[in-house]
């Protein structure tokens, strides 16, 4: 039996808690959360997705989506609009803001995944996100 330093559900964790404790520092002073930035993300590469194309994406739940969307909403990243031609539908879209500090959050993001994997080569980090896709599905 193996010890609980080789189990892969602990390794995993670690590394999850490392990775994510570090971009969320930051993030911190543009006031995000790692979700948020993510879902700015989103709409960056689709401006415009509904609540549920965006939870699709980013495999969030309902509740968890919302709560986000309104936080970010509320913080002048993105605004909500309900869609013309279903008035059930809410759709997201970026504010000036959100557009106008876009490549600063994608260097902080870049900084958090360099600083993570700086050990790595270039063949062992293209293994890795391999291996955590494969792991995913």
């Known amino acids: 039996m193996e010890t609980y330093e080789e189990c892969i559900v602990f390794l995993l964790a670690k590394a999850y808690q490392k990775a ?20 700015l993300e989103a709409l960056r590469q689709e401006d415009g997705l509904s609540a549920g194309d965006i939870g699709k994406r980013l495999v969030l739940d309902n509740a968890t989506l919302s709560g986000v969307l309104d936080r970010l909403a509320d913080r002048d990243w993105i605004e909500k609009r309900t869609d013309l031609n279903d008035k ?3 759709r997201a879209y970026l504010t000036e803001k959100a ?4 490549d600063e959050l994608w260097e902080e993001r870049d900084q958090a995944n360099e600083e993570i994997l700086h050990s790595l080569s270039i063949e062992e980090k293209v293994l890795l996100k391999r291996l955590l896709r494969d792991v995913q599905a």
Not at 20 to 34: A, F, I, M, V
């Open 20 to 39: 994510h404790g570090n971009l969320k520092k930051r993030l911190h002073r543009y006031g995000l959360t790692p979700i948020q930035n993510l879902t």
């Open 88 to 90: 059930r539908l809410v």
């Open 99 to 102: 557009k106008s500090l876009k």
